[in-house]
């Protein structure tokens, strides 16, 4: 497969007060990341909330530059590219349809804008493809001099879905775009999607921490703890057999429709480790139910092996290795 977007070694570090006179400490929100997209699949990056997904899909996009490290878009550094050009080839669809659309607009000229700032057709071209896009998505030509007031939360997110792909970008970055739905509304935005896929061959990052959508769409998945990849798989791979011991958790701690489980329980605790005071050797490790005593002082080797990525010392010893207690 040919890759489309390839990041090396990212990292993104943010200067964080500590107060008036307390000196600011530094937060590594994203730290040595390394992914291929390929062309046509959807990528998903999934974690708990505060372990840099976002930061690292605003970096993607080329709205965040990288602290360290390069992202290549095509082959090409997207440090050396203009603006214009990233916004061609790669559209966001953001978390909350409604702060992402201008409320004083119409349907048609929102959806219309990324062609008027590219600056390449003229204004009927612009509402004509604006007006393709949106029967496309499931928004017949009524909706286009309406408001975005006047729409659900599900139309205002195919509003923007619209709009990302009205000028055929090869790549779409999705950070969330269905958590702020009803879950009725959700599986018919996640099967627009995927026909989009289908008919335009378009490719997608998607952002979120819903496992069963994640199922439901990727081709593969990232599983990112406190800014870094800690597991690397196809989806059906991942589901079925997930090395990483945070993995192992996160797909534990999926609800499941099945009377008399009740709530799951990870034995991961409630509380998220301090990225301003990360723990020495595997970030992981104090949280780990399979530590053992490397986990304490050394970082985690990178396992490689048949298109999967596990960084875990457990998962790199042979079976029966005890645990620390």
Do not use: W
């Amino acid at each position: 497969m040919t890759i489309l977007l390839e990041a090396r070694d990212v990292t993104r570090s943010f200067q964080v007060s500590r107060g008036l006179f307390a000196p600011k400490r530094r937060l590594h929100a994203v730290n040595g990341v390394s992914l291929a997209v390929e062309e046509g699949e959807i990528l998903a990056i999934v974690g708990e909330s505060g372990c840099g997904k976002s930061t690292l899909a605003r970096m993607l996009l080329g709205l965040l530059p990288a602290s360290s490290g390069e992202i290549r878009l095509g082959g090409q550094d997207m440090r050396a590219m203009g603006r214009l050009d990233i916004a061609r080839r790669v559209q966001p669809v953001f978390q909350d349809p409604y702060s992402s659309l201008n409320p004083r607009r119409r349907i048609a000229e929102i959806v219309a804008l990324p062609m008027e700032v590219q600056g390449k057709a003229d204004a009927a071209t612009c509402r004509r493809a604006a007006l393709e896009m949106l029967e496309r998505v499931g928004l017949p030509e009524r909706f286009a001099q309406a408001y975005p007031a006047q729409l659900s939360g599900g139309q205002r997110q195919r509003v923007a879905i619209a709009r990302a792909l009205v000028m055929r970008p090869e790549l779409v970055i999705c950070d969330e775009p269905t958590s702020a739905l009803d879950v009725s509304v959700q599986s018919q935005i996640l099967n627009l999607l995927m026909d989009l896929r289908r008919d335009f061959g378009t490719t997608f990052v998607f952002i979120s921490h819903n496992l069963a959508v994640v199922e439901h769409i990727a081709s593969r998945v990232a599983v990112m703890y406190l800014g870094q990849v800690v597991e690397l798989a196809e989806t059906a791979a991942l589901f079925e057999a997930p090395r990483h011991p945070y993995t192992q958790a996160l797909l534990a701690s999926a609800l499941t429709p099945e009377p008399g489980l009740g709530i799951p329980e990870t034995g991961l605790g409630l509380a998220f480790p301090d990225p301003l005071d990360p723990p020495p050797g595997c970030p992981f490790h104090p949280r780990c139910p399979k530590r053992i005593a490397p986990c304490d002082s050394l970082a985690p080797p990178v396992i490689r092996e048949a298109g999967r990525l596990v960084a875990c010392h457990f998962a790199a010893q042979p079976p029966g290795t005890s645990v620390t207690p």
